[in-house]
């Protein structure tokens, strides 16, 4: 009984772990996603600026570039703001997973050491029952 329950409890440590191994993948896929936006931003950023530099620029297009490049730092400093949440978040999901792990190798120990207590339980009953026929086949024969 004991030993169903610990493999039932590894079971489920098994499955929460891989519900973790899972989401941190996802989170490491949109951690590459944002790091590529950012990097896409900062191109932008230097593009536009490059063209505010050494273009022919009216008033109006200088306006409009200048709300442009606003709005590329912005966009930039949000998604430095979303990679720090999801690096956050994924150094706690390593943590998760590493003490999964540790209790999934517990559980596997104490399975390990119930099926052994259990053996050495069964063993000893055998060899009670086998000193019970030797003393009985002794008291026959005497």
């Not at 009984?1 to 891989?18: F, G, P, Q």
């Not at 050495?120 to 086949?137: F, N, V």
């Amino acid at each position: 009984m004991l030993i169903k329950r610990l493999e039932r409890l590894a079971e489920i440590v098994e499955k929460k772990r891989e519900e973790k191994k899972n989401e941190l993948t996802k989170i490491e896929e949109l951690l590459k996603s944002v790091e590529n936006d950012i990097e896409q931003t900062k191109n932008e950023y230097e593009k536009s600026y490059q063209r505010l530099l050494y273009g022919p620029v009216t008033g109006s297009d200088f306006y409009a570039i200048k709300d442009y490049l606003s709005y590329l730092r912005e966009r930039e400093n949000l998604l430095l703001q979303k990679k720090h949440e999801l690096t956050t978040k994924a150094a706690k999901l390593k943590d998760e997973l590493v003490s999964l792990h540790k209790e999934c190798k517990k559980l596997e120990i104490l399975i390990e050491k119930a099926i052994s207590n259990k053996r050495k339980h069964e063993l000893r009953l055998i060899q009670k029952r086998i000193d019970e026929i030797a003393l009985r086949s002794k008291v026959s024969s005497d």
